[in-house]
């Protein structure tokens, strides 16, 4: 056999072998890469124009009077006050029970029940730096937090005391408050006075601030606040929340009327600050609301009727401003802010002066 006939008979049989499976094993080829998938360039971090952070002071340590102070005796008298149920006709309501201390300043209920559990009209915001505020209550009936504290007592679907005389009575009555007011007040003639009482509990109020982690940030800290907040931040700002939320407690500032760029959904029952002034203009105004431990104080609105802060917002967004949110950019607002929820003081419920013969009896009536 020649040479070209030995190659052509090798080439038949592997050819053969193939056929029946017996090829002899080779490497097997290298796997093609697959195409590596396209990676998005980062997302670049949310940034926050500084400029616009002006409009937020940090909370201050108290939440001192225009050209005034507040005394330690001032503020340990307001403190027992704020929690003394006498002050009310049954003695079964005090402050702190729609305003509890404990829980951010709320009762975290629509309306609040009062004398004989009526509920009153409007939701009960949170007392926590409510001191810089503009005006308080929903309507702004009242022009600080000593006025304020009076309101209620003579309410009668809140604490229901029959009049001033009525309050002064218990107050009289108990030896240790006579002294308190009397340390309190020391320059006063006849110390124990109604107003007096309002400016005690004013006082207690304006030591009640919360500073958060966004505080730290608005003082130059960008760590204070995770990317996520920052973004949420910058959406807050981009959306124009800061339209009426600004200020240290941002909001308590401004009048709005609910539904100014767009129809509210439901029927307002509510006057708002008509109530109080009588101008026609003034029709569903209410106080814009502090945004501080916002995610702490719901339910949201004048009557407590949105239970999450999600639809709070997209509800604000919408008719306030007119713009209509994804539940993408909610979210990222949301985010944003649980940063204002702030560090409570520590507060112990003190310890109150005693009842004596003299001290009007709880009326249920």
Known sequence: MTHSHTLLAASALAVTLAALGCEEKKAPPAPTPAPKEA???????????????????????????????ISDDAVALGKELYFDARLSKNQDISCNSCHQL????????????????????RNSPTVYNAALHGAQFWDGRAKDVEAQALGPILNPVEMAMKDEAAVLAVIRSIPEYVASFKKAFPTDKEPVTYVNLGKAIGAFERTLVTPSRFDKYVAGDDSALTEDERAGLAKFLDVGCNTCHTGAAVGGRDFKKLGQAKPWPTEIKDNGRFDVTKDPADKHLF??????????????????????????????????????LSPADVSSIVTFLKSLTGELPKIDKPELPKSTAKTPKADPT
């Open 102 to 121: 404990d829980t951010y300043g709320v009762d975290n209920k629509p309306t609040s029940p009062g004398h004989k559990g009526q509920l009153g009209g």
């Open 39 to 69: 990676t998005s360039a980062p997302k670049p971090a949310a940034t926050v124009d500084r400029a616009l952070l002006a409009a937020f002071p940090a909370l201050p340590e108290k939440m001192l009077p225009p050209g005034g102070t």
């Open 287 to 324: 106080k814009v609301p502090s945004l501080r431990n916002i995610e702490k104080t719901g339910p949201y609105f004048h009557d407590g009727s949105v239970t999450t802060l999600d639809e709070a917002v997209r509800l604000m967004a919408l008719h306030q401003l007119g713009k209509e």
